[in-house]
């Protein structure tokens, strides 16, 4: 494989602006401070040529805050929201609506730095990370849209014997940890109903992912009450353990893996006060049918499987297809990936980028290897080659759902091509699998795709008939069954999700309905 990686007088002059980010700013009770604490430095995973060879860039700084720094957090949250009492919850629904809004607009005066960062931090193209802010804006809109939201009173019900109002009040501290994968995106989704619904929040950034909330400082502190909104920087096993202990956080957002979801929820005292919304792990099908339209059937496939490096969980993980079809269709994969430009995420039509995780592309080539010692081999050709954090596109076949790659979602870009005989084979590997977020069906036969699709539904929570597994549209629900999610979400659930039902209520033959009325 040609050197992927470009040398530093290669890089364009723009995406060196502002580089690196500034300072160790926080937020402490709603103003902008200096950390005096220790810092991480925070290096991006695009390696670049220096005098001493290849290095990963420094990008900048952000604090790294102890037990101590975020019980404080914790503290300053509690505070403002005040059992509902703190000045952001009393707000009228409106004023918090026209708060977020102005929050927005700010917000996009960063969208060049933000969109800049996305790149550099975790290897994303420069058209993904754009649609990301744009995709991100776009959904904070959505909520705003959807209101009212918690204490806007409902109308007067009357009904056997009784006039009560439904009210929708917030929950309290809200906790929200976003993912490396859409850093910005995925937080927004909570961060935006959890706002507008009356909550205080406190964010921890990703690992991978943080440095853009550095650009987001100044606006929070400018239009948001102090306490209601609070970033915690550090090291994840450290600094969330306390706040979950503590038994003061009422709402529990989080986008990882289903063993660290349960370690954390564990830790409330009170489990049943905890709600929680959480996304895990994937290992979302495709089932190719013999009748499949091939085509479009690969280029949905691959599209599904490797966009973002595969590191999406609702990619594709495994494919399973037809035997008398796969020859034919390892073909067509292997052309489509044949054609993927790699390179970095500012050049124009590149595909391939480095994985954002550092030690990523090793494990990758574990699963590699456990896959051809049990009888897999490399479709196309440089498949699975590695250099630094690039890993080229491995197609597998024939694979096998005792690899290891079948079995545990990669979040890479290899993808395993099963071949099956009968369409029980797929059907039993999809019942029996842990996960339940998405699978996708290929093919003509309507009785068939009716048949198998009747089924699904009972195992996964979204089924995509001759199209690859996505989130879109962002107004319908986002769930997964057994360990792939808890909760659902999206606009058009975002006000529910963060709020209470409360209902006012009087006897509706007396006068005390007027009290209602009035209220």
Request: hydrophobic letters at 40%; aromatic letters at 8%.
């Amino acid at each position: 494989m040609r050197n992927l990686f470009p040398y530093e007088k290669d890089i364009p002059a723009e995406m060196l602006e502002g580089m690196p980010v500034g300072g160790m700013d926080y937020l402490l009770a709603g103003r902008v401070e200096g950390w005096r604490g220790p810092f991480r430095e925070v290096a991006s995973p695009l390696l670049v040529q220096g005098a001493e060879g290849l290095s990963r860039k420094c990008m900048g700084s952000v604090p790294s805050m102890d037990e101590e720094a975020s019980l404080g957090m914790l503290r300053h949250a509690r505070v403002a929201y005040s059992d509902g009492m703190g000045e952001w919850p009393r707000l009228p629904a409106a004023a918090r609506a026209e708060r977020f809004n102005e929050f927005i607009v700010r917000m996009e005066e960063s969208r060049d730095r933000i969109v800049r960062l996305l790149q550099w931090e975790i290897g994303k193209t420069a058209g993904d990370a754009a649609n990301e802010f744009d995709r991100c804006l776009a959904y904070a809109r959505g909520c705003l849209e959807m209101l009212p939201y918690g204490g806007v009173p409902g109308e007067l019900v009357v009904d056997n014997g009784i006039a009560g109002r439904l009210e929708r009040v917030p929950r309290g501290v809200v906790l929200i940890m976003g993912p490396f994968n859409y850093p910005l995106f995925e937080t927004m989704t909570a961060f935006a109903p959890a706002l507008l619904a009356g909550n205080t929040v406190i964010v921890k950034p990703p690992r991978l992912g943080c440095l853009f909330f550095q650009h987001l400082l100044g606006p929070i502190g400018d239009i948001f009450p102090a306490g209601s909104v609070n970033i915690v920087y550090g090291e994840g096993r450290r600094i969330i353990p306390p706040l979950l202990s503590s038994g003061m956080v009422d709402l529990f957002y989080f986008i990882g893996t289903s063993p660290v979801a349960g370690y954390l929820k564990g830790l409330h005292p009170k489990p049943h006060r905890l709600k929680c919304i959480l996304g895990l792990e994937a290992k979302n099908p495709a089932i190719v049918l013999p009748d499949a339209d091939m085509d479009r059937a690969a280029r949905e496939c691959i599209r599904g499987a490797l966009t973002f490096n595969g590191q999406r969980c609702a990619a594709l993980k495994v494919f399973f297809v037809h035997r008398s079809i796969a020859g034919e269709f390892n073909e067509h994969l292997s052309e489509a990936v044949r054609g993927m430009k790699h390179g970095m995420p500012w050049e124009d039509g590149v595909f391939v980028t480095p994985l954002a995780e550092h030690d990523r592309a090793q494990y990758l080539s574990g699963l590699v290897e456990d896959a051809m010692n049990l009888g897999a081999g490399i479709v196309n050709e440089g498949g699975g080659e590695a250099t630094g954090t690039f890993f080229s596109p491995a197609l597998l076949y024939p694979a096998s759902t005792h690899m290891r790659v079948c079995r545990e979602e990669q979040f890479g870009p290899i993808v395993p091509v099963v071949p099956y005989d009968d369409i029980d084979e797929p059907l039993r590997y999809i019942a029996e699998s842990q996960y339940g977020q998405q699978a996708s069906i290929f093919g003509k036969d309507r009785a068939m795709l009716r048949k198998l699709t009747g089924y699904l539904v009972h195992h996964v929570s979204r089924v995509n008939i001759n199209c690859q597994c996505q989130r879109s549209p962002d107004t319908v629900p986002f769930t997964g069954r057994k360990d792939s999610a808890e909760g659902s979400l999206s606009v058009s659930e975002a006000a529910d999700a963060f709020t209470v039902p409360t209902f006012i209520a009087t006897k509706s033959d007396d006068g005390d309905v007027e009290i209602l009325r009035e209220l």
